[in-house]
Every structure is written in C-alpha cells, then in structure tokens.
C-alpha cells in the first residue's frame, strides 16, 4: 500500500439519482489502488447504487437538497463503507427478506435492493445517530492468485 493513496475515501454527494454513476468509477480507482480487488468494487458499486436510489427516491419528504457523505476505508484484506444521510430513519438490516419463490405478479413492489446488498456484502450495521441514518458496509476482499 502507498503513502500515496491513504486508505481512506471521503465522497459526498447531493440527492440526485445522476451522482449515483460517478461515484462508481471513484471507488473502483480506490479498490484497485489498495489491493482490494474488483469483486469487492463491483460489491460496493452495486451495494450503494441499491442504498442511495432507495434513499433519494423514498427517504427525503421535503424535495430540499441533501447531502449523503460516503468514506470508503481499506482495512487490510476488507473495505468499510459507511454512508450517511439525512434522510427519514430506515434501518434495512429491520427489512424483511422479499419472498423469492413467489410468482413476480404476487410479489410485493420493493426489499430485492436490500435482499441484493445482504448478499453482496459481509456484514451490515445500521445506527440512526443526531438525526441521521449511518449505515456501516463490510466486505472482505477476496484475494485472487
């Protein structure tokens, strides 16, 4: 790892669906540049495409701006993500897991994004803290070779 590329990414964007696509190429850059691996930034990308269209369609009531924040952190073979928000508390580790048996005219609209980011990543924590979510994302690294 180089002193060059500190282990540690801080990204923030508006509630506006168009931030989502930036972001990605960032968080590939960072994975690749400590090691992590692109499973892991593909995990990430799709993580947060499914976290932040789900909290700026559904989560801010006022139509204002919002800021989301992001910090991606190597640590050693994993990355941590924490994204925090504003938005109206919604704890997704509370969600239920959709009904995948059931026929797609029978399913309920909603919770496959949540449903893909528990399979995605290895671990989620959820805190709603001074008024804002804080969802904390764990995925270890697997190494290729």
């Known amino acids: 790892m180089s002193r060059l590329h500190p282990p540690k990414l801080s990204l923030a964007i508006v509630n506006d669906l168009a931030e989502i696509g930036r972001i990605a190429p960032i968080i590939e850059k960072f994975c690749a540049e400590h090691g992590l691996g692109e499973e892991t930034a593909h995990a990430i990308n799709l993580s947060l495409d ?8 559904y989560g801010f009531e006022d139509g204002g ?3 989301i924040d992001i910090v991606v952190e190597a640590q ?5 993500v924490t994204v925090k928000d504003d938005a109206a508390a919604f704890d997704p580790t509370e969600a239920g897991d959709p009904d995948l048996d059931a026929d797609l005219d029978e399913r309920p609209i909603g919770g496959l994004g949540i449903h893909i980011v528990r399979a995605m990543m290895d ?7 001074g008024g804002h979510n804080q969802l ?3 995925k270890i690294s697997v190494q290729e070779g």
Do not use: F, Q
């Open 50 to 57: 499914e976290l932040l269209t789900n909290t700026i369609s």
């Open 65 to 67: 701006r919002h800021v």
């Open 76 to 80: 050693g073979d994993r990355a941590v």
């Open 123 to 129: 671990d989620i924590v959820y805190a709603r803290v």
């Open 136 to 138: 904390t994302l764990t």
